[in-house]
């Protein structure tokens, strides 16, 4: 995909700076963030920490850097630098602050803290799995499913995740659509009154600064066809304090807007966290959650319930558990795709349906989602289904009667519509 871009220093408007000056700063919610917070930041004003271009200015972006919070031995540091001239790499002092830095196996430091098999294993999987670039139909913008679209605007992310799908757009430096780029986007929506959703994402578009994404946004709702716009954006678990009254405020203004967020791990939920939901809920723009199964940092069925729960109780609600795609520098954090199905046995019905995202594997070469779930349906036929529940207990189901068939299956039950022997009560209602 060849694109018109420009390189830029973003957040826009910001200059650079690394300070760090007295202050008091609030308790932490974590063990974790006690440790780094206290210890590295605890002289950053609360006004600063508070200040999302102020984490983005410090985001740490080199071996170095990371070697003064995180112990690193010099094989590691020599490693890394290795690594990270094909992968870079990115952290906000906010995301930094939540790893413990004594455990070389936290959740959190997996997600953010390169890994040399990112180049050992950099010959298994594709730069593009989901064949991107072939759907793009203007630079940019992707048509793949028939009644939506997705908008690529930046390859800016203020923490580079070490499983992003997008890997491939690290290597080109920082850049953002040009204005005629996003004016041949919209005008290709325009034209295509079969799209009614239009997806936002990047890199991660709350990047931009919340004048040019307003920009994009009143004009997509000048389009009458388009019905809702969807933001992906990691913002409010990897750097909360970009949820700001400005940006919920002009949010609220173009409606209705959903966002899909992407927590990995309860460790994200923090007090800071849970706010940045909570003032975009209160902006009118419901939060969904996309998690990546990853390998030792969500693997198992306790960390994922404790992780959909705690989302419950921020109301966000978890949508989708993804399987990891299968993209280059990525290979260590897969799990094979039964972990993903265990998973899924081992908590539904053991909590609410609510707490339960649908696990599904993006398709590579484009093919779509596909959801995957335990074999829940032994066999069926016109007259029944013969199901397992989430117990492992076996029930017959009756089918309903088709018409033209009644007299048939009435005989059959005897003229009164009784159930098979040992099928169980049904509710009318079913919460
Ligand atoms: S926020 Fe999303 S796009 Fe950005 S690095 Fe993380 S996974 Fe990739």
Sequence with gaps: MKTETTVTKAPEEEPPGKSLV?????????????????????QVPQELWND??????????????????????????????????????????????????DDPDDPIRKQAVPSFQEVALAGMGFEDPLEERRDSVV????????????MVLTNLCPMLCR????????????????????????DYIRQNKRVRDVIISGGDPLALSTQRLEEVISRLRQIEHVEI???????????????????????????PIWLNTHFNHYQEIT??????????????????NQTVLLRGVNDSVATQLKLCQGLLKIKVRPYYLFQCDEVQGTEHLRTPVKVGIEIIGGMRGYTSGLAVPAYVIDLPGGGGKVPLQPNYVLS???????????????????????FGQTAKTNRRNGGNGSRHQGSTQLAFCHF
């Excluded at 007295?22 to 210890?39: F, G, N, Q, R």
């Excluded at 010099?74 to 602050?97: D, G, N």
């Excluded at 716009?229 to 409606?255: H, K, N, T, W």
């Design 52 to 101: 999302w271009k102020w984490h983005f200015r410090n985001r740490v972006t080199t071996v170095d850097e990371l070697a003064k919070f995180i112990p690193l031995s010099a094989k590691e540091q020599t490693r890394l630098k290795l690594v990270i001239q094909k992968y870079p790499l990115s952290i906000t002092p906010y995301y930094l602050s939540l790893i413990d830095p």
């Design 139 to 150: 630079p940019g913008l992707v048509h793949r499913y028939p009644d939506r679209v997705l």
């Design 163 to 186: 499983h992003c799908t997008r890997k491939r757009e690290w290597h080109h430096g920082a850049w953002v659509r040009t204005p005629t780029e996003i004016e041949a986007m919209l």
């Design 380 to 402: 069926q036929t016109e007259e029944e289904v013969i199901l397992r529940n989430y117990e492992g207990r076996l029930f017959s189901y009756r089918n309903p009667v088709l």
């Design 271 to 288: 007090a800071e966290s849970a706010a940045a939901c909570d003032r975009l809920l209160r902006a009118g723009v419901p939060v969904n």
């Design 229 to 255: 716009i969807r933001i992906g954006s990691r913002f409010p678990v990897v750097l909360p304090q970009r949820i700001d009254d400005e940006l919920c405020a002009m949010l609220s203004r173009y409606g």
């Design 22 to 42: 007295d202050s008091e700063v609030e308790e932490p919610p974590s063990k974790t963030a006690l440790t780094i917070k206290h210890i590295f930041f605890s």
